[in-house]
């Protein structure tokens, strides 16, 4: 007959302590200017403006980054990616279906990519797009404007009069609520998801509009003052953020009862996955699905 402590012996592994699980945000390590999220791939830029990749690499989103350096500033859709120049000029690589690695324009001061297209602010105001057009997300109204943001079959971009504009999709398409922003003039930020944006007014208050906008951004307590957002391509929107306080803010994470450091200087929300820059150069990165390449960092 078993001894008492062999009987004992299997409730008292039950009884065992589960180690915690493992911390969603990962370091990955300093000397990074810019980062940016896209579908299942990052992309970010280093104190030297060199583009390193990482993640998914099917269409050449990671292999194809340019070997230059001195590029200002990078931008990351569902499956490609691009970077601006110190003169303005962009390249761009990964998929090109459509035309969206095909980048139209020069002397560019801002600019911005969606799911399958792009657009850029030029210096003297206008906005040009380029990629998919089949909703008419590459046809922006005749104005000038500050910045740009493209999403999922529409652009929505801010007017040098700091009102906001949204153009694409058609007017019957359930999504469509998205064409309608917020009044004002006001805005100072902005970012376009799938079917739902998001803006910062002059108060530095963030309001969202689009599919399912009533839930965002309800994470947050009234009040909080928001400098910068993010909302990533995914099917469900990641709402992430600077705030004026100098913390930062991702749904997701918050979720998981995780935060992030302080001293947060940018965030990025890609398809399943994020990254948050900070004042320092330290670059973090944290997976919200079961693919974490996009997480993992550079090779």
Known sequence: ??????????????C????????????????FQAVAAGG???CALDDDGAVSCWGADD?????????????????AGADFACVRATDGALTCWGQDADGQSTPVGSAVLSMSAGVDHACAVQAD??????GSAAEGATIPPNDRYDLVSAGDGYSCAVTRGGELRCWGLEASQPTADVLDPPRGDDWQALDAGLDLACGIDGDDVVSCWGDGASAYPGELDEGEQWADVSLGLGDSPELCGTLVSGGAFCAGLDAEGEELPSGIAQVSAGGGHGCAL??????????????????DGPS
């Open 1 to 14: 007959m078993p001894g008492p402590l062999l009987l004992l012996l299997p409730a008292l592994l039950a």
């Open 16 to 31: 065992k302590k589960e180690e915690p699980p493992a911390a969603l945000v990962r370091d990955l390590g300093a000397g």
């Open 40 to 42: 299942d791939f990052t």
């Open 59 to 75: 269409v050449g989103q990671v292999s194809g980054a340019p070997t230059e350096s001195g590029f200002l500033q990078i931008t």
């Open 125 to 130: 105001g206008p906005v040009n797009c380029w």
């Open 278 to 295: 900070a004042d320092s150069g330290q670059l973090y990165c944290w997976p919200l699905s079961d693919d974490t390449a996009a997480a």
